[in-house]
T-cell receptor
Framework: ETGVTQSPTHLIKTRGQQVTLRCSSQSGHNTVSWYQQALGQGPQFIFQYYREEENGRGNFPPRFSGLQFPNYSSELNVNALELDDSALYLC???????????FGPGTRLTVL | DAKTTQPNSMESNEEEPVHLPCNHSTISGTDYIHWYRQLPSQGPEYVIHGLTSNVNNRMASLAIAEDRKSSTLILHRATLRDAAVYYCILSTDSWGKLQFGAGTQVVVTP
């Protein structure tokens, strides 16, 4: 059974650019959640997708958006990048919305 | 949202038990208590969760106070691979949003 995978592993962007991060959920999981983890802090919830619809959102601005595809993989898009967007972005999948979440290794985004 | 309070760090000797406390005095009746851990350079990993009764699995045990205002994660025999940040989290939404705090950094010494 393949776990949650994320790509790319690392990414460097400049302020004002746009970025797309990708996540493949664990087999059979229909729910994907995204988190942002700044250095030295715990992960912060961005949003959750369930069956291709946004199912809940944390305290992040609209320039953070997402998609979920019919195979339940997901993308996180961030527009107009700011320096404070530099962080580890984590994706987690679960069998259903309130079930145990299984995390990927994350994408390390650096904004210069 | 209900919050949790954990010590910043704890040290343990290898093969000794580790008791990680968590206070959650504002917990509501439907909140589950979850524990995740994050090893260096990895995503968080599920450890255990419970509602009212004590829970055991192959990784750890979870002891929940009778009034549910606190809980303790017990690692029965710490190994060097258990060195990680341990997060105690209450799931306050039916759709399972996890609100991570700063967690407890566990250091295991040989």
């Amino acid at each position: 059974e393949t776990g949650v995978t994320q790509s790319p592993t690392h990414l460097i962007k400049t302020r004002g650019q746009q970025v797309t991060l990708r996540c493949s959920s664990q087999s059979g999981h229909n729910t994907v959640s995204w988190y942002q983890q700044a250095l030295g802090q715990g992960p912060q919830f961005i949003f959750q997708y369930y069956r291709e619809e946004e199912n809940g959102r944390g305290n992040f601005p609209p320039r953070f958006s997402g998609l979920q595809f019919p195979n339940y993989s997901s993308e996180l898009n961030v527009n107009a990048l700011e320096l404070d967007d530099s962080a580890l972005y984590l994706c987690a999948s679960s069998l259903k919305t309130a079930d145990t979440q299984y995390f990927g290794p994350g994408t390390r985004l650096t904004v210069l | 949202d209900a919050k949790t309070t954990q010590p910043n760090s704890m040290e343990s000797n290898e093969e000794e038990p580790v008791h990680l406390p968590c206070n959650h005095s504002t917990i509501s009746g439907t909140d589950y208590i979850h524990w995740y851990r994050q090893l260096p350079s990895q995503g968080p990993e599920y450890v255990i969760h419970g509602l009212t009764s004590n829970v055991n699995n192959r990784m750890a045990s979870l002891a929940i106070a009778e009034d549910r205002k606190s809980s303790t994660l017990i690692l029965h025999r710490a190994t060097l691979r258990d060195a990680a940040v341990y997060y105690c989290i209450l799931s306050t939404d039916s759709w399972g949003k996890l609100q991570f705090g700063a967690g407890t950094q566990v250091v295991v010494t040989p």
